[in-house]
T-cell receptor, first 113, second 113 residues
């Protein structure tokens, strides 16, 4: 199993540009999450999904959109990028119930200038 | 306000020495507490998960303790190795929905040979 994969690893955007961060998992997990990690801060939840076709906002959803058309994929869309969106983005997934443990991807480092 | 605070912010120790990292939280009511290890440039990886009824949990050279009365947890690392160099993050889950994970900012641990 590849686990949770994310692409790209790095990206530089200009203010106002858009992009999609890709996330995929091959563990047949129901739950998927998008977090951002800023220097010196704890992870903040952007959006999450409890299954295909179902998404919901986390703590910091403004400026982002998600979709979940399949169990495997959970892309994060940034529209009109702003410098405040400079961060490291992590995708995670977990099974329903069980140990409640989340498995993380390697992250995407995004810089908006 | 639900918060998780970790200390110290950073720590440098010599290889082979022991160390203890601290976590204080104000999340209430409390569901469970996790410790994650995050290597530089990677996503977090779970070390332990403890419910409010568990006082101690070990994972190899890592031992986590929990005092739910004082809302404190610690992570003790025994006989440190160079590969232990990482950030260690305390995460508390409240009773709410899927985004009720409160993440600490982490302790950055450096092991010197």
């Amino acid at each position: 199993n590849a686990g949770v994969t994310q692409t790209p690893k790095f990206r530089i955007l200009k203010i106002g540009q858009s992009m999609t961060l890709q996330c995929a998992q091959d563990m047949n997990h129901n739950y998927m999450y998008w977090y951002r990690q800023d220097p010196g801060m704890g992870l903040k939840l952007i959006y999450y999904s409890v299954g295909a076709g179902i998404t919901d906002k986390g703590e910091v959803p403004n400026g982002y959109n998600v979709s979940r058309s399949t169990t495997e994929d959970f892309p994060l869309r940034l529209e009109l990028a702003a410098p405040s969106q400079t961060s490291v983005y992590f995708c995670a997934s977990r099974l329903t119930g069980g140990a409640d443990e989340q498995y993380f991807g390697p992250g995407t480092r995004l810089t908006v200038t | 306000k639900n918060q998780v605070e970790q200390s110290p912010q950073s720590l440098i120790i010599l290889e082979g020495k022991n160390c203890t990292l601290q976590c204080n939280y104000t999340v209430s009511p409390f569901s469970n507490l996790r410790w994650y290890k995050q290597d530089t440039g990677r996503g977090p990886v779970s070390l332990t998960i403890m419910t409010f009824s568990e006082n101690t949990k070990s994972n190899g050279r890592y031992t986590a303790t929990l005092d739910a009365d004082t809302k404190q947890s610690s992570l003790h690392i025994t006989a440190s190795q160079l590969s232990d160099s990482a950030s260690y993050i305390c995460v508390v889950r409240g009773p709410g929905g899927n985004y009720q994970l409160i993440w600490g900012a982490g302790t950055k641990l450096i092991i010197k040979p």
